[in-house]
């Protein structure tokens, strides 16, 4: 979703194609993508106990996708110090969902010195979102390493348009934080921690998801440190 000029082909939420294409933007292999099973707390005791940040994937043509909360000029505000970028290529939601929890996790998250990603935020450092955005568009070989990871499950561009959408959930400096490259900026949702940083996402999934009881087509997955 999202972006009028650039299209990518867009990128399964299947944990061994993400796994794989972290690998090739220099992110560790300690890291690794995991299917969210459930949101309740048995299930969500199953992730490995480091985590970086969670995935929500949903349908846009679900109450989910009409959301508009959050693109007020406070709100934004109140995030600063989160990293955050605009969505300016169609279809690359799930890349920028990736890089969402990978920037705000580059404290933990090792990534290869002179790696697509290590270059990236290298030239993003004190960029504004959408100057990020125009950065994503011109780094080829994170676009050459998305093409490839997406044809794994496709061959082309679909000529349909792509009716699910990304969106990521992080921990920052001790607050919840909704990223979506749709929207004005960071979303807050509410206070967390380390240690209740998951069961805290998975309540906004959860609400998120109430909002449409008769839509199916959610999914979370997770990215974790493999102990």
Not at 87 to 111: E, P, S, W, Y
Not at 150 to 161: F, I, K, L, M, W
Request: net charge negative; glycine share 10%.
């Amino acid at each position: 979703m999202a972006g009028d000029g650039f299209t990518w082909v867009p990128l399964e939420s299947n944990p061994d194609v993400l796994n794989e294409f972290m690998g090739k933007l220099g992110v560790s292999k300690e890291w690794k993508v995991h299917d969210v099973l459930g949101l309740d707390d048995e299930l969500l005791a199953m992730l490995p106990k480091e985590i970086a940040g969670m995935i929500l994937l949903f349908p846009l043509t679900s109450s989910a996708g009409q959301r508009l909360g959050g693109d007020t000029e406070a709100e934004y505000k109140e995030a600063e110090g989160v990293f955050f970028m605009k969505q300016t290529i169609q279809n690359a939601c799930g890349t920028i969902a990736l890089l969402h929890v990978i920037g705000n996790n580059r404290d933990k998250i090792q990534l290869s010195p002179g790696s697509p990603l290590a270059e990236f935020f290298n030239k993003t450092s004190g960029q504004s979102s959408e100057e990020c955005g125009k950065v994503l568009e011109s780094t080829g070989t994170i676009s050459e390493a998305h093409a490839a990871s997406a044809s794994e499950g496709q061959t082309a561009v679909p000529t349909e348009p792509v009716i699910h959408h990304f969106i990521s959930f992080v921990n920052n400096d001790g607050n919840l934080y909704e990223l979506d490259g749709r929207k004005m900026g960071p979303i807050p949702h509410c206070p967390t921690s380390k240690e209740t940083f998951v069961k805290d996402a998975a309540k906004v999934c959860q609400k998120i998801i109430a909002t449409d009881p008769n839509e199916q087509r959610f999914s979370v997955i997770a990215i974790g440190k493999d102990a």
